[in-house]
């Protein structure tokens, strides 16, 4: 590809600072900018490679004030980072798409497919399946019977998607995710044995979700296990029976939410957090990476810390006391032995 400065502003509505006839070839990470390349700079952590960086053009926020000269072209707009996703996002629907059936396939007789579907070879659709408009379903994934794709959706190779769950449109299922697996459902009996309860409801995904690598989403013991429009899960994470996550919220790597808690809309949850079931998560809650959340957040827009988790005041105010305390205790000792004294 070969784009001048100029070009790429007009693409981004931004405005240039600096040469627009400055050549992009390819992109690069700003601390390893290379003549040619376009970059960003949108964590202030990061301030210190504008002034280095070999890079030609660089991507930045409009409220950005360097404190040197600086030789590359800038291009500023309102959101560095949002802008260089629009452009990634440009590119990749520039390069050709996948479209046909691949053979060896299977695709039951009653299967309906939309226009410029892609099937890869190996994969399995079942009975009733109906497919959207540029569904893409690669090699080695399985449609269970009576699930539903609609438009734009991608799912990536090893994806299992059991019988009768929804996927939305313009959805991603990356590698290996599997899509209504049975529910934790098990009945304890007078001999301390489990029995089984049949796991009878599906999955339904709204549109614009994305799914990580090898994430498990399990469907309801009866109604749905539902991930609203918009949310985002990382890799690795498991949704349990009857989980309700709300709109735009988003979850890290290694997280997991119990049966039944329904999460409000655009809540961040970090890495390794940890969900107890029938709770109710407050919209906007921000959680710490390995958090333990074992109770209800009713409070909209708190920040959560620690296990059991609490507002991220009163675990400031705690770690302070936390790591003292083997003074405090030698503390405590020591006027302990002079009282008994």
Do not use: W
Request: with cysteine; net charge neutral.
């Amino acid at each position: 590809m070969k784009f001048t400065a100029g070009q790429i502003a007009e693409l981004l509505n931004g405005k240039v600072e600096g040469n627009e006839e400055a050549i992009v070839r390819n992109v690069s990470k700003i601390e390893e900018g290379k003549p040619e390349t376009l970059t960003f700079l949108a964590n202030p952590k990061y301030n210190q490679y504008i002034y280095t960086t070999k890079a030609d053009v660089v991507i930045v926020n409009d409220s950005f004030m360097p404190e040197q000269p600086i030789e590359a072209t800038l291009i500023r707009v309102p959101n560095a980072y949002e802008a260089l996703a629009q452009l990634l996002e440009m590119y990749e629907q520039s390069l050709p798409q996948k479209t046909g059936i691949e053979q060896p396939s299977f695709i039951d007789s009653s299967a309906t497919l939309g226009d410029f579907v892609y099937i890869g070879a190996f994969a399995y659709i079942g009975e009733n399946v109906k497919i959207g408009n540029k569904v893409k379903i690669y090699p080695h994934a399985y449609i269970g019977d009576n699930v539903k794709i609609d438009n734009d959706t991608t799912i990536y190779s090893g994806v299992k998607v059991y019988k009768n769950c929804v996927i939305g449109k313009s959805c991603t299922i990356h590698a290996g995710s599997v899509i209504g697996s049975d529910g934790f459902g098990f009945a304890p009996n007078a001999n301390n044995e489990y029995r089984k309860v049949a796991q009878i409801g599906n999955v339904v995904l709204k549109d614009h979700v994305e799914i990580g690598a090898n994430t498990t989403i399990d469907r309801a013991t009866m109604g749905s296990t539902i991930i609203q429009k918009g949310v985002k899960l990382d890799n690795l994470i498991q949704v349990a029976h009857n989980v309700e996550v709300g709109e735009n919220t988003v979850i890290a790597a290694l997280s997991g939410v119990a049966g039944s808690t329904k999460i409000g809309r655009d809540c961040m949850i970090g890495g390794q957090v940890g969900i107890a079931g029938h709770l109710n998560i407050a919209n906007g809650t921000k959680a710490g990476a390995q958090t333990g959340i074992n109770k209800s957040i009713t409070k909209e827009n708190t920040i959560q810390f620690g296990s059991p988790t609490m507002e991220m005041g009163d675990f400031n105010r705690s770690y302070v006391v936390f790591k003292r305390l083997p003074q405090l205790k030698a503390q405590l000792e020591e006027l302990k032995k002079k009282i008994e004294e």
